[in-house]
């Protein structure tokens, strides 16, 4: 059985073509990654930040986390 990460926030980029979402796993920790959707293809949002297997304690320290990585959050 495959596991399904829940997202506990999402935020995308003024443009629309790239978000990041928060995330909590099924064994409680918690994560985040950067996706990016491409207009062309229509299978949907591609992950682009290879940040999805870090982990954190809570969600407040992923959102922490996502906001030193990737710039547009905090610009």
């Known amino acids: 059985m495959a596991h399904q990460n829940k997202v506990m926030q999402s935020i995308n980029a ?44 809570n969600q407040p320290a992923a959102f922490r986390a996502a906001c030193l990585n990737v710039k547009w959050l905090t610009s």
């Open 14 to 57: 003024p443009n629309g073509f790239i978000c990041v979402d928060v995330f909590c796993r099924p064994d409680g920790s918690f994560g985040f990654e950067e996706y990016r959707l491409d207009a062309e293809d229509g299978r949907g949002w591609f992950p682009i930040g290879n940040y999805g297997a870090e982990i954190f304690s």
